[in-house]
């Protein structure tokens, strides 16, 4: 699996060609040589023997049966601080192939191209955790299979334990663990493709023996779709004259990759449990973008066509050793290591001739240490103390030429641009059952983030600090009863990431000549090693009512005053690397804000929901919700000035349904979010169209250990955001029209447990 050219080694660029694979086999002979090494690698899985003192064995297996019972409803309602959690059924109903697809279904989440969002937010508000670690640079949720997936926690306030990185919320992915059973289970997927059927396949394979337990799952998938946007644009030509032009493109995607990911336990003793857990993931993508030109008015200066490729590769392990002093004291060290390793070659094609080639390489290596110490206070207080550090460095090295191979920025090209990031956390935590109807859970976190960019004439230093304080409550009206109310006081930030700290210049591929000004709509892009953290003071208040059968019911209110709010402006500036000034966009730290909302989800059998409407429908199970979100930005007058990207409002309306007589199940899912306008600055509006996606469903079993799924979805790109249209519009009339179509995609699955 290593690059063909025995130059490559991340040190030199390497085209397209270099980067793909020779032979399927040498995937499949690459896993051979994984798999013995599968047992050393497991997490340790709540409940499990790791977590047992020196009390008698039949105790241990009895808090282990009592635990394995907890469906997601039961963990859910059991935290401590509010979160959703969604476990296997939500995971396997749509046979989905990727995790943002079960994500966008989700309440209160949508996905766009910059990945998963919560409460409307930007993907970068929205924190995506591993196992309850921060995820790695460049791992892809698109390329993570729901079959390596135990369950997903949706958590709306930030933790003491965790990185308070979250002013949205975050994401908590945790990958399947270990049972003590020896068990395999076999996912044979097809969907549809461009020209034919792409296939996917999962397997998994769980062992113990004595004292080890350890896992192997295995994910290879390939993609190929089609998107066509058209592209109406007005602003100035080639002859600085107004001008209207279309575009009709079409955007192809294809490639290949694979997941694997060991994991082993080992039981020291009743007391101890060492566990390694690793993940790899690597995937080989080309692009190609072609349109068809029409000048309606003016000489107008279209897009580019496009060819462009390469890989991604990311490596992570975890080593984890915990020690149960007594009953009341347990301790947790864990250590590990990250590697993400990218390349890309990019042309841009006009008359077929190559106009502007960008080549680059990217690595990213991370090494982190973590621990906490928890001691039971008596019988109601949890006391857990703990630590997180991380040291991070990226090196970018990247070449522009012109279609003559000559360097497009000779000061810039070919230069590495290298960044540091060391974060140290430190945090205290009291979980205190005050009494049955109350539970307290106080914390304290404190986060340094020192982060350096550079590259040979300009190293720019950027420390911040931010102090957490966290308060979460809950107060259960009847101990007995069913139904709570939940509130929280956080304290959370957002941090630049190390991507937006490197200041080299990205010229626009439709202005290269940096003798001549570009447009607006055409800006240059850099980066701002200046940009300090946003910072949040949350409020969130929900009342939970868990009904019969695994229903839930809740509302929830939240509010968020943010400070340093960062945005990509847009300016007219001389710049050192052209002889005409150059229209830039770079991020900054623009204004204040605030945001606030009121979220609705609701789910359960029909007949228990409606029973006077549906008593009779027993085998209807319903779920939706709904979300109001408003956020406005101080620098900014409204109407319309909120956050980037936050919709006004969004629902969804699902269900499933047993067939009576047949062994069949049906089921449905509808999303929609209606248009917006963004204020981005005081010359540029955003709007988004109406949107709506829609999935359908149908599961046979055909025995005891083997089931057939088929899914079908329309509206939704995959890996992508809904089908609609994004226009970008100057206060002086000039404008950007995109609409965006991918065809209705169709998914069959055959589960079998071996």
């Given amino acids: 699996m290593n690059c063909p050219s025995s130059t490559c ?53 009895q808090r282990v049966e009592i635990v394995a019972r907890q469906g997601s409803t039961e963990l859910r309602r059991a935290a401590s601080f509010a979160k959703q959690i969604y476990g296997r059924e939500e995971l396997d109903r749509y046979g989905d192939t990727n995790a943002l697809d079960v994500m966008r279904r989700l309440p209160g989440v949508n996905v766009d191209t910059d990945g998963p969002r919560m409460r409307g937010l930007g993907a970068g508000y929205t924190q995506i955790l591993i196992n309850g670690d921060p995820a790695p640079p460049g791992f892809n949720l698109d390329q993570l299979s729901p079959s390596q997936i135990e369950r997903i926690e949706v958590i709306k306030a930030s933790t003491a334990e965790q990185s308070s990185q979250a ?56 993609w190929h779709r089609q998107v066509r946007n058209l592209v109406d644009r007005k602003m100035a030509g080639s002859d600085g004259q107004p001008a209207l032009s279309e575009q009709l493109g079409t955007g192809t995607s294809q490639g290949w990759g694979y997941n694997v990911a060991p994991r082993f336990n080992f039981k020291v003793s009743d007391e101890q449990t060492i566990a390694l857990a690793t993940f790899f993931q690597k995937g080989y993508w080309n692009y190609r973008t072609d349109y068809v030109n029409q000048a309606v008015s003016g000489n107008p200066v279209f897009d580019d066509d496009a ?65 906490k110490y928890s001691q039971l206070l008596g019988s109601s207080h949890t006391l857990t103390a703990g630590w997180d550090l991380e040291n991070r460095d990226r090196q970018e090295k990247r070449t522009t030429t012109n279609g003559a191979g000559e360097a497009l920025l000779p000061s810039f090209e070919g230069q590495p641009f290298q960044a540091q990031m060391r974060r140290q956390a430190y945090y205290i935590q009291d979980e205190w059952e005050i009494s049955p109807q109350w539970q307290l859970n106080l914390g304290l976190r404190n986060e340094r983030i020192a982060s350096e960019s550079r590259n040979a004439a300009m190293p720019v230093v950027n420390v911040s600090s931010v102090l957490s304080p966290l308060a979460h409550v809950t107060y259960k009206f009847d101990p007995k009863r069913r139904d709570m109310v939940r509130a929280s006081l956080t304290r959370s930030y957002k941090a630049p990431g190390l991507n937006a700290l490197l200041s080299r210049p990205v010229i626009n591929g439709a202005y290269t000549n940096t003798n001549q000004t570009n447009t607006y709509l055409s800006p240059d892009r850099i980066g701002n090693p200046a940009l300090r953290p946003e910072l949040a003071t949350g409020l969130d208040i929900a009342y939970e009512n868990y009904l019969s059968n695994d229903g839930i019911f809740s509302v929830g209110i939240f509010h968020r005053n943010l400070t340093n709010v960062v945005r990509n402006l847009t300016e007219l500036r001389s710049v050192s690397w052209a002889a005409a000034p150059r229209w ?73 349904q047993r067939i009576s007589g047949l062994p069949l199940s049906v089921g449905g899912n509808l999303s929609f979010t209606p248009g917006y306008n963004t204020r981005q600055s005081a010359e540029q509006f955003f709007n988004r169209s109406p949107t709506k996606s829609i999935d359908l469903f149908a599961m046979m079993p055909l025995s005891p250990t083997m089931s057939f799924r088929a899914a079908a979805s329309a509206g939704v790109q ?4 809904p089908n609609g249209s994004t226009l970008s519009l100057l206060s002086n009339g000039d404008y950007t029209r995109t609409d965006r179509y991918a065809k209705p995609q169709l998914n069959l699955t055959l589960d079998m447990r071996l």
């Fill in 584 to 656: 830039i966009t770079q991020p900054q730290n623009f204004s204040d804000a605030v945001t606030s909302g009121l979220e609705f989800e609701l789910r359960g059998r029909a007949s228990d929901l409606m029973p006077q409407l549906l008593g009779h429908a027993k085998a209807l199970n319903l779920r939706t919700s709904l979300s109001f979100y408003r956020s406005s930005i101080a620098a900014l007058p409204g109407p319309d000035n909120r956050l980037d990207g936050q919709q006004p409002w969004s629902a969804n309306l699902g269900f499933d």
């Fill in 307 to 371: 060819i462009q490729g390469g890989y991604w590769e990311n490596r992570r392990g975890n080593l984890t050793w915990i020690n149960r002093f007594s009953e009341d004291q347990r301790i947790e060290i864990k250590a590990g290591v990250q590697q993400s390793r990218s390349a890309f070659d990019l042309r841009n094609l006009r008359a077929g001739a190559t106009q502007l080639r960008t080549a680059g390489i990217n690595q990213d290596d991370a090494v982190t240490q973590a621990g």
């Fill in 718 to 721: 995959q890996f992508g955001p």
């Fill in 167 to 222: 002013v949205a919320g975050s994401i908590n992915v945790i990958l399947k663990e270990v049972t003590r059973r020896s068990l395999s289970n076999l996912r044979l997927g097809l969907r549809t493709g461009k020209d034919r059927p792409l296939g996917n396949v999962n397997y998994s394979i769980t062992e113990s023996v004595g004292p080890f337990n350890m896992s192997l799952p295995i994910s290879l998938f390939e």
């Fill in 9 to 61: 080694a991340w040190h030199k660029i390497c085209p397209i060609s270099q980067h793909k694979p020779t032979k399927l086999t040498d995937l499949f002979g690459a896993l051979v040589l994984l798999s013995p090494f599968a047992v050393f690698a497991q997490d340790v899985s709540v409940g499990s023997p790791a977590e047992s003192s020196g009390s008698p064995q039949t105790s241990v297996i």
